[in-house]
């Protein structure tokens, strides 16, 4: 996981196993109860409301589908609620494109509705009825295998899938309708995998190639497998995808209740705690929140150093006490990072993430403290080991040649500053 800030360069669950979820407050953990309980779930009361809002579409039971909507926009926890609202007014514009229940314009409206809803077997009864009279046009619907795979209908989604395959002549989508067939074919085999589960997450929920990304979808999948996942090691990328989801919804207190189910659950893995905290000091920074920020960072820095997010935590803690303008502990913090178990590697080629340049990074926070401190000498010191020692590298070409062309323009700077003459008045 990295910084958002200035150091930036990361099957439908069960009802039984929800009620049995119990939760315990880890130490630096939100506290949890009734409210922290209802968080993990607010997602999935979204789904149900809208799920229930398309089945009523698909009935041509307006009124029922309107109020089903409208329950979602005053029940719902805070982000669902905005959702559920953009769904109503996208159903009444629907509505007004014609008072024909027949007419193609308002059909597909509808169509379109159910599909962005997640109610995805409503869509389909609707698109069925729609392309009764030509079903050449149902099939090249750019979203009918879509609304298949969404909609649970295996067999006729890897028809679907493997037609389209035969007929594409670009290798992209090749490519990816291969991995759409892997997934469904592997789904009805193995569909309580958790590799399955993050497999689907990245290359079909959050991929956006046909559609929209759907997190509320891969909620679904990913947290019907959590009771299914062996230790810890196999839970993290779990988590880590579920939080992405919740984060991506803007649902912080969903995100902030799993991930204290997550503490509950693998308390005495360091891993785990390392990762929920250096999350938490990650958000409060940029919330800012300084002292809780520093507090989170400082926890990991100090109980978590042989984790894979030391070095995370201690560039953080680096730039908190570099903003408070405590410099010579920055620089403490920041020098750590040389011998550290930093790894510089891209730790996930398909992701966002771009290369973590901890040692460029912290180089550079301990040349503009030392510049903050007028030590000019020691600041193009470390200027100098940015630019030769530890170049920053990205997958964005455009990227690195800015970041070096910056440092190289500091270095100038730097040495300039270095031998300018001493004022008289300065000369001690």
Request: hydrophobic share 40%; aromatic share 10%.
């Amino acid at each position: 996981m990295k910084f958002a800030h200035s150091w930036s360069a990361k099957a439908s669950i069960g009802a039984v196993w929800l009620a049995a979820l119990t939760l315990t407050t880890p130490v630096f953990a939100a506290q949890t109860g009734p409210e922290s309980s209802r968080a993990l779930t607010n997602w999935l009361a979204a789904t149900s409301n809208f799920k229930k809002a398309g089945a009523f579409v698909a009935q041509e039971k307006y009124s029922q589908a309107k109020a089903e909507l409208t329950s979602g926009t005053a029940n719902l926890a805070a982000p669902y609620k905005s959702l559920a609202a953009e769904f109503l007014s996208q159903f009444d514009s629907a509505l007004k494109l014609s008072t024909n229940h027949a007419d193609p314009r308002r059909l597909q409206a509808l169509i379109t509705l159910c599909t962005d809803m997640g109610a995805h077997q409503a869509a389909l009864k609707l698109q069925a009825a729609a392309g009764a009279k030509a079903p050449d046009e149902l099939a090249e619907d750019a979203l009918y295998a879509w609304r298949l795979f969404g909609g649970g209908e295996t067999t006729a989604a890897l028809t679907e899938y493997k037609r389209r395959l035969g007929n594409e002549q670009i290798e992209f989508w090749q490519d990816y309708y291969q991995k759409q067939i892997r997934l469904l074919e592997k789904r009805s085999a193995t569909p309580t995998s958790t590799q399955l589960a993050i497999e689907a997450t990245k290359e079909h929920y959050l991929k956006g190639l046909e559609a929209q990304a759907d997190p509320l979808g891969a909620l679904s999948e990913l947290t019907g497998v959590v009771p299914h996942v062996k230790s810890a090691k196999e839970a993290i990328p779990v988590y880590q995808f579920i939080f992405k989801c919740l984060s991506n919804l803007g649902d912080e207190s969903g995100r902030e209740a799993w991930q204290d189910k997550f503490l509950a659950d693998y308390k005495s893995e360091p891993e785990v705690c390392a990762l929920v905290y250096l999350d938490r000091g990650q958000r409060a920074y940029e919330r800012k929140d300084i002292n809780a920020s520093e507090t989170f960072f400082r926890k990991v820095c100090t109980d978590y150093q042989a984790t894979s997010v030391y070095a995370d935590a201690l560039y953080g803690l680096g730039a908190v006490l570099q903003e408070e303008q405590k410099y010579d502990a920055a620089m403490a913090e920041y020098t750590k990072i040389f011998s550290s178990n930093a790894n510089e590697n891209l730790l996930d080629p398909e992701s966002s993430e771009d290369f973590p340049n901890f040692r460029f990074k912290a180089a550079r926070g301990i040349s503009e403290c030392y510049e903050a401190k007028k030590d000019f000498k020691k600041a193009l010191e470390y200027a100098l080991m940015a630019r030769d020692r530890y170049k920053f590298v990205s997958y964005c070409k455009d990227c690195m040649f800015k970041t070096r062309q910056n440092i190289e323009t500091r270095v100038k700077q730097l040495e300039e500053a270095v031998n300018k003459p001493a004022s008289p008045a300065t000369v001690q």
